[in-house]
């Protein structure tokens, strides 16, 4: 009696263990294909469906087999979640022509992502923007002034339907569906003109459209309580942003009305502490919230103080945006604490969604076995919650537990991970070394001298088309299967091609074109100390694109020379300057899965060191021009402002810390692309490059409203031509875009140059539109000739005789 009575208090404990998403592109890029097989025409719509359908499957099934006690359905998307919302919610661009009320079929669906689909006119796709601070990019909703909302989710529907046969039988097992929260959907969206044809932006204030979006919202959610579901997920993830007092109390008023659904809902926020509005998420009316735990580790102190006693509290603990093994001993005594005051209202889980971590470590055949053991992808996160959640319930895991320690140990002792040559180097940083030897004013006289330089110089960001003959040769080079001799005269025969056409179109500063490069963080880690590479650690980054992250898997160093071989013979072909081309810190940081165990700064400053030696050897093999490009510095941003300005203090210092070994009379550049950089323009200009090449063009310039406010000190080239499109720019809009720019950048300041590189489009429009470039700057500078003859002449006659 008494032991049945110990039985039941025990089940009273029972934590449960979930995840906020699984990867949907599938171990192999399953789904990958699929939709360029569709796309193409090379499969059916059904085939499509059916390939999605085995891999929903698949991945509700490896969440059932290790033990969770929910499987999440609805974060499956065949392009992007923030999309399926829209498709929900019929939120669909008047260009699409779509008939308001009927469902969202799936080639409109990929109209809206890509412009054009298999069925249905083209039309400019929807925006694209990067989700958060990560890597991934959603597809921007558009809201008209007049916008309505018809909701459509039978297809979120079916899926729980079939994840809940999958379920039958299995006691305890939850099918929770996820989906985007009303405030956080308005807010990723944007407000655009309601007329036809126009997609100009208009003073709407999104909230306004609040009241609709939410009896839209209250008609979903009630589908799906209707469906038997006892808990949904809605994720709020502008919760880690800073927000106004507008969208804080329009928290309220959402959860008020939608949470009168007979289905109790989780609001899970994720990427970062709460802070301030974590009191706010306590609050809200909803059965229980949902914490990131590693980024976001500062709220625990606080919220149990703030947690009304019947809500559920989800910890995120297993990181789901990083490859390392959970360190399970310190996670449990993390989590013991809420446990003791929780009891089963709390919930393991997964950080944010599992989205942003590759699909399998057991598909990995070549790591090293000191750290393979060490690492953990996403079927494997699972296992690690469930572990978690089981070890809290009483179970025994020791064997587990014992086994990761082992494995996070062995790897920290690697002789690979601790280089006591760098740490010291690191630790020796002094200020000195942060700076060039004269400011940019003396810098850019002696450069002058130097370079000879016209008036508006025209370059290119680095690339040149990557041409089938030089991705064969390098894939090819790759498997052993072309002796380095010939791989070496390929790229030889592509660098001689890039530099004779450049002197042909009439470029001033050459470049070698990166033949040699699949992937500009890859290509240098491949060559450093302290970089790991998997096979298949794919990550989705929008729609059917997957990077694949190297790892930051140990101390950082160059062995040897990394880039002098090519540039120089480059520049032996040429009398005129070719530039070194370099990938920066921040931007080998940034898209690489960082280390966990020291300082991003530290590991910035170590890549920065490895750099620098590069920088130094391109500078005695007579390289005059060096570009280190930081494409990503933006995108490394902390979400709250508050903590902006520690992050740029080291980024911009590590970039400097990788330049500044160079004589004045070496010009350094750097590049940046991708984002907005009107708010970090001070910081730009901190990196005090002689020469920063930044993408513009597709804003229309937009960049030159952040000189109105801050005078940008050094040389600017500002792209002139969206590198994005096959569209053959006109010469007269270039010429147009350089004189706006030279009303607020003075001229002997202006670069001009595409807004990137070129390795993606072909040699005929990429001739083409160089040719009409330097014909826009040769015409400027014949203008600002004449114009400085005129005004000799006029200053002349007026001179007495
Ligand atoms: N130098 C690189 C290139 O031209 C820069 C790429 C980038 O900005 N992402 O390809
Ligand atoms: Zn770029």
Redesign the pocket.
Known sequence: MSFTNKESLLDLKNVKGHILGFPRIGAHRELKWALEDYWSKKITQGQLIQEANNLKQKNWLTQIEAGLDFVTVGDFAFYDHVLNMSSYLGVVPKRFQHKQGAPVDLDTYFRIARGRSVKGEDAPASDMTKWFDTNYHYIVPEFSTNQSFNVNGASLIQDIKRAQELATGKQGLGVKPVIIGPLSYLWLGKAVEAEEGSNKAVTLDKLDLLPDLLNAYSELLNDMAQQGVDWIQIDEPILSLDLSIEWKSAFERAYFQITKTSSKILLASYFGPLNENLALACSLPVAGIHLDGVAGHSDLANVLDKLPTYKVLSLGIVNGRNIWRNDLSKSLTLLQPFCDALGDRLWVASSCSLLHSPVDLGSEAKLTDDLKPALSFAVQKISEVATLASALNGKDVSEKITDANHAIQTRAQSTTVHNEQVRDKVDGVTDGLLNRHSPYIQRSLAQRAALNLPLYPTT????FPQTKEIRSARRLYKKGELPKIAYDSAMEYSIRQAISEQELIGLDVL?HG?AE?ND?VEYFGEQLNGYAFTEYGWVQSYGSRCVKPPIIAGDVSRPAPMTINWIQYAQSLTKKPVKG?L?GPITMLCWSFAREDISLKEQAYQIGLALREEVADLENAGITVI?M?E?ALREGLPLRRADWSEYLKWAVDAFRLSVAVVQDTTQIHT????SEFNDIISSIADLDADVITIETSRSNMELLNAFEAFEYPNEIGPGVYDIHSPIVPNQEWMQALIEKAAQRIPAERLWVNPD????TRGWPETREALTLMVSAATTLRAQAVAGSNKQVKEHASVEPA
Request: net charge neutral; with cysteine.
């Open positions: 290119t960001i680095g690339s470049v990166e490069r500009m081309m990938t570009q490009d494409p590049h940046m692309c991708y990137c590189g070129l390795k």
